[in-house]
Nanobody, 125 residues
Framework: QVHVAESGGGLMQAGGSLRLSCVASGGTFTFSYAGMGWFRQAPGKEREFVGGITGSGSRTYYAEDVKGRFTIERDNAKNTVYLQMNSLKVDDTARYYC????????????????WGQGTQVTVSS
């Protein structure tokens, strides 16, 4: 069983920055082999892809509406992946989830095996 835990959410004003963290560990799980993804879900909406990063960190993927504002990085020594969010907008308000990528399209929640409980990000105008 893999345990995933997100942290770092909070209340920010539009234009501000926030960095989320996600730690994944457990059993025979090798973090450096695992692609990781970030998703978000606003009330009444489906969970949507934010971005992903391969196990080595050599490749990253982003949704169009966060490109140039959000950056995903990872520290395999700490079993941690980060989501740096800059130039925050009110529309970025959502609960942010981290998932362990399994197979398939990076942008689909069904492609991920394990999820954390999420961390709330609220952006005020």
């Amino acid at each position: 069983q893999v345990h995933v835990a997100e942290s770092g959410g909070g209340l920010m004003q539009a234009g501000g920055s926030l960095r989320l963290s996600c730690v994944a560990s457990g059993g025979t799980f090798t973090f450096s082999y695992a692609g990781m993804g970030w998703f978000r879900q606003a009330p009444g909406k489906e969970r949507e892809f934010v971005g992903g990063i391969t196990g080595s960190g050599s490749r990253t993927y982003y949704a169009e509406d966060v490109k140039g504002r959000f950056t995903i990085e990872r520290d395999n020594a700490k079993n941690t992946v980060y989501l740096q969010m800059n130039s925050l907008k009110v529309d970025d308000t959502a609960r942010y989830y981290c998932g362990v990528y399994a197979v398939g399209s990076w942008s689909l929640p069904a492609s991920y095996d394990y999820w954390g409980q999420g961390t709330q990000v609220t952006v005020s105008s």
